[in-house]
């Protein structure tokens, strides 16, 4: 039986208006009538880090300028707002970058006024003198864009500032929140704990013994991508202030305690997280740090 043209005109308004209607996927979405000091406080990305990744999801076209606005609400969703200008092409695109979680929402790009923006150039192949061996990548590391890895190494040392801040407030279960559900920490006793409550546990027992009014210093040595949300960080680890000295843990002459400490983190949302952390101590510093009155190594430099 054919359908009445009428019903089938009223069918066709029903789909299309139910189509306009879909809301686009996003974290957050604020309440009607919002505040501005409120939508900033929902906001879990701050600025920076949403400009990082708008600049990411261009590349690999070099951005020149970028103009940003507040955080604002953009079709019903919480988001960063940037419109970014290229050295190697005329116009603008304009991200939009979720709030909550850091994706893209939406990239969009405005030609110049009169006319489409020209063609992008290929860039120029380097000449590669015959007999030069391939360069490679150590076993298992995944090349990585310049911009993704300046963005996601943004991110990396964010996350690790965070920690040390833990540390340094003596708050083990914001120190425990750096760990994914699972994670493992090493510490410099080699006792290891595995889970986030047991890893907040052994914390608050370190902050009330050994490492009572302690502060630590964490410089990110060096950063290596196994995969794009997989990364190993290298890191030169101080604590100095410490109540006392855990058992055959090397103190220098200064009175800190220097560590290599191996971290795997795992990008977790917009945050990167602990899957893996080794700390050992360094036992054998620099010359100018040996304790001058160690008779041992006082009859080795006669």
Same mark, same amino acid.
């Given at each position: 039986?054919?359908?009445?043209?009428?019903?089938?005109?009223?069918?066709?308004?029903?789909?299309?208006?139910?189509?306009?209607?879909?809301?686009?996927?996003?974290?957050?979405?604020?309440?009607?009538?919002?505040s501005q000091e409120e939508l900033s406080r929902m906001a879990n990305v701050t600025s920076k880090d949403a400009e990082a990744r708008a600049i990411a999801s261009v590349a690999p076209d070099k951005v020149t300028s970028i103009m940003s606005s507040g955080v604002e609400v953009v079709n019903g969703c919480l988001?960063?707002?940037?419109?970014?200008?290229?050295?190697?092409?005329g116009g603008v695109t304009e991200v939009m970058v979720d709030a909550g979680d850091g994706r893209i929402l939406s990239s969009e790009y405005e030609p110049p006024a009169g006319g489409a923006a020209p063609e992008t150039p290929a860039p120029a192949v380097p000449v590669i003198p015959e007999g030069t061996p391939?360069?490679?990548?150590?076993?298992?590391?995944?090349?990585?864009?310049?911009?993704?890895?300046?963005?996601?190494?943004?991110?990396?040392? !964010?996350?690790?500032?965070?920690?040390?801040?833990?540390?340094?407030?003596?708050?083990?279960?914001?120190?425990?929140?750096?760990?994914?559900?699972?994670?493992?920490?090493?510490?410099?006793?080699?006792?290891?704990?595995?889970?986030?409550?047991?890893?907040?546990?052994?914390?608050?027992?370190?902050?009330?013994?050994?490492? !009572?009014?302690?502060?630590?210093?964490?410089?990110?040595? !060096?950063?290596?991508?196994?995969?794009?949300?997989?990364?190993?960080?290298?890191?030169?680890?101080?604590?100095?202030?410490?109540? !006392?000295?855990?058992?055959?843990?090397?103190?220098?002459?200064?009175?800190?305690?220097?560590?290599?400490?191996?971290?795997?983190?795992?990008?977790?949302?917009?945050?990167?997280?602990?899957?893996?952390?080794?700390?050992?101590?360094?036992?054998?510093?620099?010359?100018?740090?040996?304790?001058?009155?160690?008779?041992?190594?006082?009859?080795?430099?006669?």
């Open positions: 039986m054919r359908r009445p043209p009428i019903a089938a005109a009223s069918f066709f308004f029903f789909v299309a208006a139910l189509a306009s209607a879909q809301k686009p996927d996003c974290s957050i979405r604020p309440p009607r009538g919002t988001a960063w707002p940037f419109d970014l200008r290229f050295a190697n092409k391939p360069a490679t990548l150590p076993p298992g590391v995944v090349p990585v864009t310049d911009a993704v890895a300046a963005a996601e190494e943004a991110l990396i040392r !964010k996350a690790v500032d965070t920690e040390e801040d833990a540390w340094n407030r003596t708050d083990a279960k914001a120190f425990a929140a750096r760990f994914q559900e699972e994670g493992s920490l090493t510490d410099v006793l080699g006792t290891v704990s595995r889970g986030r409550a047991e890893i907040e546990r052994r914390q608050a027992e370190l902050f009330t013994a050994y490492f !009572k009014g302690s502060l630590l210093t964490l410089k990110v040595r !060096k950063i290596r991508f196994l995969k794009p949300d997989v990364a190993i960080v290298e890191i030169d680890s101080e604590v100095s202030g410490f109540h !006392k000295a855990p058992p055959a843990v090397y103190v220098d002459a200064e009175k800190v305690i220097r560590t290599r400490l191996l971290q795997v983190m795992v990008k977790s949302g917009s945050d990167w997280t602990i899957a893996s952390f080794h700390g050992v101590d360094v036992k054998t510093p620099p010359e100018t740090l040996v304790n001058p009155e160690d008779p041992a190594r006082a009859r080795r430099r006669r």
